[in-house]
Nanobody, 123 residues
Framework: QVRLVEIGGGSVQTGDSLRLSCTAS????????MGWFRQAPGKERVFVAS????????IYADSVKERFTISRDNAKKSVHLQMRNLNPEDTAVYYC????????????????WGQGTQVNVSS
């Protein structure tokens, strides 16, 4: 079955760190740029970060620059999001997604999505 599965969400306090992981099944993972998006309660889903298929380039939303790091391991068909210095504004459901085009921040350009993992940050 073609799918993405995210793990690693949870409830933390301001200033804490979390590492999200997303593992792919039944796709040629190493061919696709990957991205992370998030959706806060009552808000639209927004871009967080993306990484080239070969891992050689990354892009971040301004709101997470210097705090979040996206990485991937093509041998393990996985992409990760290391989140540091979390704050309540980071509370959201986080989704990983596969694209055919690196650098796009438009969700419509991503063709495969995971089910999401919840991150809650309390003050």
């Amino acid at each position: 079955q073609v799918r993405l599965v995210e793990i690693g969400g949870g409830s933390v306090q301001t200033g804490d760190s979390l590492r999200l992981s997303c593992t792919a099944s039944e796709i040629a993972f190493g061919l696709y740029p990957m991205g992370w998006f998030r959706q806060a309660p009552g808000k639209e889903r927004v871009f967080v970060a993306s990484i080239r298929a070969n891992g050689a380039g990354t892009i971040y939303a301004d709101s997470v620059k210097e705090r979040f790091t996206i990485s991937r391991d093509n041998a393990k068909k996985s992409v990760h999001l290391q989140m540091r210095n979390l704050n309540p504004e980071d509370t959201a459901v986080y989704y990983c997604a596969a694209s055919r085009q690196f650098g796009t921040q438009n969700g419509r350009d991503y063709w495969l999505w995971g089910q999401g993992t919840q991150v809650n940050v309390s003050s």
